[in-house]
């Protein structure tokens, strides 16, 4: 069974500052891995994808994730953070058997103060 | 990027009566839908998946006679919510996709049964 587990339910960083936000994995097939964003009363946004190609995956709005098999882990990072990146963020698994259906983790809400 | 419409953003509605929420992919062909419910400050719990001409797959636990989805075209899916209830009150959101394999999703519907 596939599952994701975000070890942050908050992070606060300054504007500027490096963002990381940790995300790890369950997957009994090679995963395909996701984060999305969902901005207060706005719909999900895909921010990233790894489909088992190279490693680091960059992203819209200078995100990036590195797949380590090793550590089963797929963190974001940003090098500085933006007020506007403040949202909930979403560590996501497809699920194989049901048409690649996404598995969602319970999100990681990322505070940016200036 | 492709544009998933859901409607509608919000609906109020009486205990016991019925509400159709739609979602259509408005410029790719959503050959599998998804549709998800979000609590407040959760993460997204899936549902069911729906095949175009098929009956949807629905999650353990999920009630297919209350939750009923039609997928009746490659740009439509729907889901009523059968005899609802104040405990059905929750953020619906679905996802589309297509043959590009991302899912992308719908703005959400915020029912609130009263």
């Known amino acids: 069974a596939q599952s994701v587990t975000q070890l942050d339910s908050h992070v606060s960083v300054s504007e500027g500052t490096p963002v990381l936000l940790r995300c790890n994995y369950s997957?009994?097939?090679?995963?395909?891995l996701f984060w999305y964003v969902q901005h207060p009363n706005k719909g999900l946004q895909l921010l990233l994808k790894?489909?088992?190609?190279?490693?680091l995956v960059k992203g819209i709005n200078g995100f990036e994730a590195e797949f380590k098999k090793s550590e089963t882990s797929f963190h974001l990072t940003k090098p500085s953070a933006h007020m506007s990146d403040a949202a909930e963020y979403f560590c996501?698994?497809?699920?194989?058997?049901?048409?690649?259906?996404?598995?969602f983790g319970k999100g990681t809400t990322l505070s940016v103060s200036s | 990027g492709a544009v998933v419409s859901q409607h509608p953003s919000w609906v109020i509605c009486k205990s016991g009566t019925s509400v159709k929420i739609e979602c259509r992919s408005l410029?790719?062909?959503?050959?599998?839908m998804f549709w998800y419910r979000q609590f407040p400050k959760q993460s997204l719990m899936l549902m069911a998946t729906?095949?175009?001409?098929?009956?949807?797959?629905?999650e353990q636990g999920v009630e297919k006679d209350k939750f009923l989805i039609n997928h009746a075209s490659l740009t439509l899916s729907t889901l009523t919510v059968t005899s609802a209830h104040p405990e059905d009150s929750s953020f619906y959101i679905c996802?589309?996709?297509?043959?590009?394999?991302?899912?992308?999703f719908g703005q959400g519907t915020r029912l609130t049964v009263v």
């Open positions: 996802s589309a996709k297509g043959a590009q394999g991302i899912a992308f």
């Open positions: 790894y489909t088992s190609a190279a490693t």
């Open positions: 997957s009994s097939y090679s995963p395909s």
């Open positions: 996501v698994v497809s699920k194989p058997q049901a048409g690649t259906a996404l598995i």
């Open positions: 410029d790719f062909q959503a050959t599998t």
């Open positions: 729906s095949n175009e001409g098929s009956k949807a797959t629905y």
